[in-house]
């Protein structure tokens, strides 16, 4: 079992760019969530799905997009990449409630 | 508004000594409070979990102790290893789980040998 697998591992933008990251889960998990870290900010989340067919919006999710493509599938799309969104993102997921969340390799982002 | 509150940002600790970082949270509706570890490069991990129907929880050498009245809690690392050098991150969550997660900005621990 991989787990929560994330691609690309790293990506480099220019401004006003879009890009698309994956994420994939093998645990049948119901939830899954978009998380960005920055240094001395903690994990935030960004857009999260309860079940498939459902996202919400969590704390940061202005410029952002998400797309629940299956159960399995979570995807985080920058329409427009700033330079404030270079960051690393964690796609995490969950089983039976929400507790344990079980978070990807993660993306480095730099949009220049 | 900070929901959560981590303290301190960064630690330095002798291999064998007590490691202690703080956590302090507002919201009293929340139930559930877990630690995350995160290695350098890795993604976060699960370490350890408390509800607050118990003041104290240990698994290892990691324990996690819970102040209801206070709104606090702790884990503290007992002998602690070089291999425990990393990013501790608490949370907390609401509805016995069934709400999301809000972590603390993280604590950057340094276990020197």
């Known amino acids: 079992n991989a787990g929560v697998t994330q691609t690309p591992k790293f990506q480099v933008l220019k401004t006003g760019q879009s890009m698309t990251l994956q994420c994939a889960q093998d645990?049948?998990?119901?939830?899954m969530y978009w998380y960005r870290q920055d240094p001395g900010m903690g994990l935030r989340l960004i857009y999260y799905s309860a079940s498939e067919g459902t996202t919400d919006k969590g704390e940061v999710p202005n410029g952002y997009n998400v797309s629940r493509l299956n159960k399995r599938e979570f995807s985080l799309r920058l329409e427009s990449a700033a330079p404030s969104q270079t960051s690393v993102y964690f796609c995490a997921s969950s089983g039976r409630g929400w507790e344990t969340q079980y978070f990807g390799p993660g993306t480095r982002l730099l949009v220049l | 508004q900070q929901q959560v509150k981590q303290s301190p940002q960064s630690l330095i600790v002798q291999k064998g000594g007590i490691s202690i970082i703080n956590c302090a949270y507002e919201n009293t509706a929340f139930d559930y409070f877990p630690w995350y570890q995160q290695f350098p490069g890795k993604g976060p991990a699960l370490l350890i979990a408390?509800?607050?129907?118990?003041s104290e929880k240990k698994e290892g050498r990691f324990t996690i102790s819970f102040n209801k009245s206070a709104k606090q809690f702790s884990l503290h690392i007992m002998d602690s290893q070089p291999g425990d050098s990393a990013t501790y991150f608490c949370?907390?969550?609401?509805?016995?789980?069934?709400?999301?997660?809000?972590f603390g900005k993280g604590t950057m621990l340094l276990v020197s040998p």
């Open positions: 949370a907390a969550s609401m509805n016995s789980g069934y709400s999301t997660l809000t």
């Open positions: 408390i509800r607050p129907d118990v």
């Open positions: 645990m049948n998990h119901n939830s």
